[in-house]
């Protein structure tokens, strides 16, 4: 079973940029999709990036595309998710999941293996 531990949240003001990170306990390299969500307070969990770990293949929620960049290191068994130009609206729990297979899902219920989470707060 893949164990997944995120880390990278913190405070940051509104047109900043964090960098999160997503390990797995094991070697995800070509048999794993893994996805980012986040769920902000009183908001249904939504999803946020994918990346296809074989291939670097990549699919993004429309409020990502040209701030969010998801990217990975198989070497350390790594995806990170760059977030720039951040918007009060991205506060939220930001969590990372993994999936067998090759499809990029959106939908949280094809994911299967959880991280914790990680805060994301951006201030005014």
């Known amino acids: 079973q893949v164990q997944l531990v995120e880390s990278g949240g913190g405070l940051v003001q509104a047109g900043g940029s964090l960098r999160l990170s997503c390990v797995a306990s094991?070697?995800?390299?070509?048999?794993?999709?893994i996805g980012w969500f986040r769920q902000a307070p009183g908001k249904e969990r939504e999803f946020v990036a994918a990346?296809?770990?074989?291939?670097?293949?990549?699919v993004y929620a429309d409020f990502g595309n040209g701030r969010f960049t998801v990217s990975r290191d198989n070497a350390e068994n790594t995806v990170y998710l760059q977030m720039n130009n951040l918007k009060l609206e991205d506060t939220a729990v930001y969590s990372c999941?993994?999936?067998?297979?090759?499809?990029?899902?959106?939908?949280?219920?094809?994911?299967?293996?959880w991280g914790q989470g990680t805060q994301v707060t951006v201030s005014s």
């Open positions: 999941a993994a999936r067998l297979g090759t499809p990029l899902y959106s939908s949280s219920s094809s994911y299967n293996y």
């Open positions: 094991e070697p995800i390299f070509s048999r794993y999709v």
């Open positions: 990346i296809r770990m074989s291939d670097s293949s990549t």
